[in-house]
């Protein structure tokens, strides 16, 4: 069964930083592409960065820059490395199984519980 856990998120100001993890069972890690997907109150769900399975990564207009997406193949972890958080990334955040089609991200599978973001002052 495939599991997908993320942790990392809580409260932080404008500017600051947070690191988000995201523990993976129940699947071969290595072999698939991934994502982190956000989605903010009342907005439907938003593709934020996925890093496929040969470690490239791709990054939305929104977070590139700021944002640092990562894999550890041998702990089965990825990671979302977030600075200079703005209030606008106010989000609970997803990691996905993902695909590429075209210049597009899809995402697939079960659904973690997901790790709460908010940046306010």
């Known amino acids: 069964e495939v599991q997908l856990v993320e942790s990392g998120g809580g409260w932080v100001q404008p500017g600051g930083s947070l690191r988000l993890s995201c523990a993976a069972s129940?699947?071969?890690?290595?072999?698939?592409?991934m994502s982190w997907v956000r989605q903010a109150p009342g907005k439907g769900p938003e593709w934020v960065s996925a890093?496929?399975?040969?470690?490239?990564?791709y990054y939305a207009d929104s977070v590139k820059g700021r944002f640092t997406i990562s894999r550890d193949n041998t702990n089965n972890i990825l990671s979302l490395q977030m600075d200079n958080l703005k209030p606008e990334d106010t989000a609970v955040y997803y990691c996905?199984?993902?695909?590429?089609?075209?210049?597009?991200?899809?995402?697939?599978?079960?659904w973690g519980p997901g790790t709460q973001v908010t940046v306010s002052s």
């Open positions: 996905r199984l993902s695909l590429m089609s075209g210049s597009r991200w899809y995402d697939f599978g079960a």
């Open positions: 129940g699947f071969t890690f290595g072999n698939y592409d």
């Open positions: 890093i496929k399975s040969g470690g490239s990564t």
